[in-house]
């Protein structure tokens, strides 16, 4: 066993972990967030995607003692004071979401191009969104949730 330290949602968390131990499993089995699915368990279909210092991960094969003294945001962290985030409402107003097993992944990796680029073009999206499997939506819905949050998060700009 060792003990690791790191950020989660913005809160310090530490927790101790096997050497087999993935963040995977360390963020549903041990500090019980569930918002990030499990998949294939074999960096395949993106469902366990989080964010790991700024970049989209499949948090299925990192292993949780590498993530000691980072950050991490899953899906759980990325509402404000009860408010969703504007791409959940985007996901929501696209009908990007029908079983919902792949959305909490689809989001983070959707967060993590838009924190870094404010406006990205359709290839960029297609891209970044390329390691995610979808067995409902057929995808558009995905790359039209993504459209109308750049929207949002321009007028949020322009409110402030
Ligand atoms: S569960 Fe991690 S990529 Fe499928
Ligand atoms: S919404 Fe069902 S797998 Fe994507």
Redesign the pocket.
Known sequence: MQEITFNLNGEEVTVEVEPKDTL?RVLREKLFLTGT?????????????VILDSRPV????VPAAKVHGKTVVTIEGISKNGELDPLQEAFIEAGAVQCGFCTP?VILSAKAILDRCENPDEEQIRDELS?H?CRCTGYLQFYDAIRIAVKKLQEQKTEK
């Open positions: 995977l699915k499990m998949g294939c368990e074999e960096s395949e279909c993106g469902a366990c995607t499949n948090s299925c094969t992944g390691g499997l």
